[in-house]
């Protein structure tokens, strides 16, 4: 994983707002387009209206115009390798494929680097849908 992804995530979980956890998140995603797109987790005081940094990140990249994740890396101020939790693992599954990279950091750069199909198993396939 190339330095500007892992400062994009690091600069996002800079801008985060986690005053009840203080549990800092930042996530950053290539996308098809080329563009890096970031976020950070952003708490509300009515707890479960929160939501993750990868959660921001992917509405960054859609709004943005990407269409499909490359990759992503994750960061947390106070965990090496901070792993999405499962609604997130749902929401990048959605965007990425089987072999998409999700890079998971620590302030040095890349502590474990994991794909798609490890992250989320047995993932719900919409393509039972079509
Ligand atoms: N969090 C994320 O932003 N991403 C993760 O991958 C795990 C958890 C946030 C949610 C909440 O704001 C804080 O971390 C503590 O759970």
Not at 22 to 40: L, M
Not at 117 to 122: A, G, V
């Amino acid at each position: 994983m190339s330095r500007d992804l892992h400062e994009a995530a690091q600069t996002a979980m800079g801008k985060c707002h986690a005053p009840y956890s203080h549990f800092p998140v930042g996530a950053a995603i290539r996308a098809d387009d080329g563009q890096i797109y970031s976020g950070a987790n952003i708490e509300v005081i009515a707890y479960p209206e929160g939501w993750c940094a990868e959660t921001t990140a992917i509405s960054h990249m859609v709004m943005g115009g990407g269409r499909k994740i490359r990759e992503i890396a994750v960061i947390a101020e106070k965990l090496d390798a901070c792993t999405p939790c499962g609604g997130c693992r749902q929401r990048i599954a959605e965007f990425a494929d089987p072999d998409t990279l999700i890079h998971l950091c620590d302030h040095d750069g890349v502590v474990k680097t994991i794909t798609m199909t490890d992250l989320l198993p047995y993932a719900f396939d919409a393509e039972v849908l079509k």
